[in-house]
């Protein structure tokens, strides 16, 4: 209970959380919200202003945009879970063992691997693994969930390095307690707080790259809405349909900062040192 | 000066990696690449041609260090499509991805200095409030949204200016400008973002040193405590940050070059994708790679320059 009036005290961090609740729930009850169906052409209603029956206009399809929008919420949502899980199960336990049995595979082998992918401009990185996989949303959540992977090998890595030398760990140690119950039963638990952090901040970068991967034509593909291919087929209808643009990037942008702000109010209340 | 060898040491594993996994890439295609490039209805000849091309017949360590001896030469293959030498294809492009990387720098300076500055100085006020949530915003809108914005409102409202388009600097200047300053700003407001807070948060932790109380003590007005004494050693950590924007910014650039057509290097990377030619695809990671573990070098030696304690040894962990 002291723990939630001290993160409801971080009064952006909750805007965040309402701001994700919100796509949660516009992404579950997408079929009860949406007054029509995302795919549905209606060649009799091309390119509509926002109006009283269609709230953010259409498309060139005769398409719904704010049907398309609330749809769209369910692979923007898909994206920050697959994306950051990928980059989770692969960054987490090598950052764990890597940093707990250190030696020459951490030093030699792990940490330079990590070096060499951060060097790697990280959407041009997912550009290119996309292109020789194909296009398409899973290809697009494996391309930045190895982009992410290197980010949680570091903090997860640097926290075991903190905590492997307390001396619970060093009682636990003497007591003959098997290294993978150290590992996951005391260090993995007093690890988490950086990890969560950086899953929420990451959550914001998955979405806004699988955003930015589906605008450039590589992510997902027509006709499954989603707010980044939207924006793609949009760009061509700035000067006749400029509304087309704004909704979906609009959605992009409130998500984002929501998982932002959510990431800055979890830093806040889980770092001791800015806790108050 | 063991700090610059350990340094420059330590950037020949990463090469050395960052060269093996762009040589993976093309290995990395499902089935064989060359079947994959040329499409079910390739003949025989061509089929075999290119596997020769890209070495695909030989046993893949002989391929790796071969390609590397190339590599290593200047030569970076030739294009699968535009039958030009990648390397020449990517020289081409250079100097307008450098323009925009140059302006972005320029423009998200101009923005960030001051209001971090500003935001540091008042901090805990409305003003600090305003700022940095100004820049959490900007950190997440996406950059292809904000530049249609731009073009929205710039261009397709109000004429100001081009919506897309190149003219180099040397054919005409006026024009070169017009055209950059739209991209420029676009991709400038979003690093500005991120080197604002850095500033402010640098800037907050320098402000309670003691050095700067002295200085407050001593009579000194709070613009030259600010500018003469704190903002000099709050820039340290915002050079670093500076450098491993390049990473991201250069990420960026691909977006930003599509939207506005300017024959850049990120674009020639989304186009190469398109056009599934692998081989600049590879050459051009490998460039943007090398290029991030060089800026971040010199980064790391500049960090050692401006801040005597990192040359005695405090930051040469790790």
Not at chain 2, 37 to 53: K, N
Not at chain 2, 249 to 278: A, H, M, N, Q, W
Request: glycine content about 8%; aromatic content about 10%.
């Amino acid at each position: 209970m002291k723990n939630w009036k001290l993160f409801m005290r971080s009064g952006m961090g909750v805007v965040g959380a309402i701001i994700i609740l919100g796509l949660i729930l516009c992404a579950t009850f997408a079929s009860v919200i949406a007054p029509y169906d995302p795919n549905v052409q209606d060649y009799n209603s091309i390119l509509l202003e926002p109006n009283s029956e269609h709230w953010f206009g259409t498309d060139d399809l005769g398409r719904d945009i704010f049907s398309r929008v609330v749809y769209g919420a369910q692979i923007s949502i898909k994206a920050a879970i697959v994306s950051v899980g990928i980059a989770m199960i692969i960054g987490v336990p090598i950052g764990l063992f890597t940093g707990y049995y250190r030696g020459f595979w951490d030093e030699w082998v792990v940490m330079r691997v990590v070096d060499a992918m951060q060097a790697f401009p990280f959407l041009i990185l997912a550009l290119a693994i996309s292109a020789v996989l194909g296009a398409g949303f899973g290809n697009a959540m494996l391309a930045i969930g190895i982009g992410f992977a290197p980010a949680f090998i570091r903090i997860t890595r640097g926290q075991v390095l903190s905590l492997r030398n307390m001396e619970y760990i060093h009682a636990a140690k003497s007591v003959g307690m098997k290294d993978s119950r150290i590992i996951f039963g005391h260090i993995l638990p007093n690890a988490l707080s950086p990890i969560i952090i950086q899953a929420t901040l990451a959550m914001a970068s998955g979405i806004l790259a699988e955003a930015s991967l589906s605008y450039l034509g590589l992510g997902v593909q027509p006709p499954t809405p989603s707010w980044g291919s939207m924006l793609n087929q949009a760009q061509s209808l700035l000067s006749v349909a400029p509304y087309a643009t704004y909704y979906p990037g609009l959605a992009i942008f409130v998500v984002v900062l929501g998982f932002n702000l959510l990431g800055d109010g979890l830093q806040q209340y889980l770092n001791p040192r800015t806790r108050k | 000066m063991m700090f610059v060898v350990k340094r420059l040491l330590l950037t020949i594993p990463i090469l050395i990696l960052v060269s093996i996994m762009t040589f993976s890439l093309i290995h990395m295609i499902p089935g064989d690449p060359a079947r994959v490039i040329l499409g079910q209805e390739a003949t025989p000849e061509a089929y075999e041609a290119l596997r020769a091309e890209l070495g695909l017949d030989k046993p893949i360590v002989t391929q790796y260090f071969t390609w590397l001896g190339n590599v290593v030469q200047g030569d970076l293959g030739m294009s699968i499509t535009d039958r030009v030498p990648v390397a020449d294809l990517i020289l081409q492009r250079l100097p307008a991805t450098i323009e925009l990387t140059i302006g972005t720098f320029i423009f998200a300076l101009i923005i960030a200095i001051p209001t971090g500055i500003l935001a540091a100085v008042r901090r805990n006020t409305w003003i600090d409030y305003t700022a940095s949530f100004t820049a959490l915003g900007g950190m997440s809108i996406p950059n292809f949204w904000l530049a249609l914005m731009a073009i929205i409102y710039f261009s397709v409202e109000n004429q100001w200016l081009p919506s897309s388009g190149y003219v180099p600097f040397s054919e005409d200047p006026k024009a070169n400008l017009m055209a950059m300053l739209l991209p420029c700003m676009v991709t400038g407001l979003r690093e500005s973002a991120m080197l604002m807070r850095m500033l402010r948060s640098s800037l907050v932790e320098v402000v309670h040193m003691d050095f700067v109380r002295t200085a407050k003590a001593k009579g000194l007005n709070e613009v030259r405590m600010v500018l003469g004494h704190a903002l000099r050693n709050a820039l340290i950590p915002v050079v670093t940050t500076s450098g491993l924007m390049i990473a991201g910014l250069l990420g960026g650039l691909v977006i930003t070059e599509s939207i506005f057509s300017i024959p850049g290097f990120g674009r020639l990377i989304v186009e190469s994708v398109f056009k599934r030619d692998y081989v600049t695809v590879q050459g051009a990671i490998l460039v943007s790679a090398v290029l991030v573990v060089v800026v971040n070098l010199l980064v790391d030696l500049l960090y050692a320059v401006i801040d005597p304690r990192i040359k005695a040894g405090k930051g040469a962990e790790g």
